[in-house]
């Protein structure tokens, strides 16, 4: 190897580690699961046979490594900050106190509400069960005689938690990272166009989007999340409404053509006179003349 091409190996190796390294506003793809230490309750798994085995399998999630933000407080402190120190492709186990996890439990959050409030709604309350009053997520945590008590505190509130995380990939290129953000904001990339000039980005919408009322509230969150990990600086959304080509009239088939065909009548001879027999009058006997007598 020569004098050159050990140096150029060695930039190639600091690029590598530069473009490896996680910083905030980072996007990057971690497969992880958190416990909460001392039940050793499984709450959150991007596993699905281990959210199987524990029995909070959700039919709708989406399993497999997940798209997270790094560096701007969209994850529990604790797990922002290792984070932020990782590399690529390491396994860590982390355990996070309350105050760098959910936070400490406030009790003026706990309340009682009467049965009745429930059953209004059709709901028939049990321990465990989370609702939503008022637009506020809750979890009940106890039922007296017509009264039910419910926690507005998040549940992993005053709790130490457990993860096991590894960064899978650092996504890099600003096309791959803004389909990422959308699918993390909406759930799918599917029908979208992305393009994308400088820090200029025109994303077309699919029809589906047009009257969807998730995508309203979601297209918010793609224009914040663009500006905080591609410093996007324009965000165009388009909305295609073309118009309606006029639908050409197919030919009839040879048997409707000659079906439709007026049909010729003959034509009519004019008809031929009556012929009318020759007879001859007769006389009144004083009409008659000496020759017809005679006869």
């Known amino acids: 190897m020569t004098e050159n091409e ?7 190796k600091k690029d590598e580690a530069r473009s490896e390294k996680i910083e905030a506003g980072n996007l990057v793809l971690v497969e992880f699961s958190g416990w909460i230490d001392g039940s050793d309750e499984l709450f959150d798994t991007t596993d699905e046979s281990l959210a199987k085995e524990n029995d909070i399998f959700d039919e709708k999630a989406v399993y497999g490594p997940q798209p997270l933000i790094v560096g701007k407080e969209r994850l529990f402190p604790g797990l922002d900050e290792h984070m932020l120190k990782a590399e690529v492709g390491k396994e860590y186990d982390l355990v996070i106190p309350p105050e760098k996890g959910a936070g400490p439990r406030d ?3 706990v309340e009682l ?3 009745r409030e429930f059953l209004k709604q059709d709901i028939e309350p049990q321990v465990g069960m989370e609702v939503t009053i008022r637009n506020r997520r809750a979890t009940i945590i106890a039922m007296t005689a017509g009264r039910v008590r419910i926690d507005f505190n998040n549940r992993l509130a005053g709790r130490i938690l457990k993860y096991k995380y590894k ?6 290129k600003p096309k791959e990272i803004a389909e990422l953000l959308l699918k993390m904001s909406y759930g799918t990339t599917e029908g979208f166009e992305i393009e994308h000039h400088g820090h200029d980005y025109k994303i077309k919408l699919p029809d589906a989007c047009k ?3 998730k995508w309203l509230l979601s297209k918010y969150r793609v224009v ?15 909305e295609e409404y073309a118009k309606p080509k006029p639908k050409e009239e197919e030919p009839a088939p040879a048997e409707e053509k000659q079906a439709e065909k007026p049909t010729e009548e003959p034509e009519s001879k004019p008809e031929a006179e009556p012929k009318t027999e020759e007879k001859t009058a007769e006389k009144a006997p004083e009409e008659l003349s000496d020759k017809d007598r005679e006869k």
Not at 167 to 172: A, C, D, E, N, V
Not at 224 to 238: G, I, K, Q, W
């Open 6 to 12: 050990g140096a150029k190996k060695h930039h190639e």
């Open 107 to 109: 009790p003026k959050l």
């Open 113 to 115: 509400h009467p049965m």
């Open 167 to 172: 960064i899978i990939k650092k996504p890099t």
């Open 211 to 213: 009257y969807d009322q």
């Open 224 to 238: 914040t999340d663009l500006r905080d990990v591609l410093d996007a600086e324009t965000v165009s959304f388009v």
